[in-house]
């Protein structure tokens, strides 16, 4: 892993850039005992496309027909689920 490493910020001049991001996904539980209810760790790794007030869009590939509004594979994660990001 190179660079630096952030908790609750997202650096502005890392769009455009590869990421890993680790964030914590809110899962729903039916019929479940108590004590196993909790997030779901992830690890997202791509390009850094947008960050947007309330969360960030980490594309993991595109398609280059319309560079206007691309086709992509993408997650949009809430900022507030970011656990940990770094530039890679």
């Not at 809110?26 to 850094?48: D, F, H, M, R, W």
């Amino acid at each position: 892993m190179a660079g630096k490493v952030f908790k609750k910020r997202f650096p502005k001049c890392w769009v455009g850039k590869m990421v890993e991001v680790k964030w914590l996904d809110p899962a729903g539980y039916v019929q479940s005992e108590l004590s196993k209810v909790k997030p779901c760790p992830c690890i997202t790794n791509g390009i850094l496309m947008a960050i947007k007030e309330d969360y960030i869009i980490v594309c993991s590939g595109h398609y280059t027909e319309d560079e206007k509004d691309p086709i992509v594979d993408a997650t949009a994660i809430t900022k507030g689920c970011v656990t940990r990001i770094s530039q890679i």
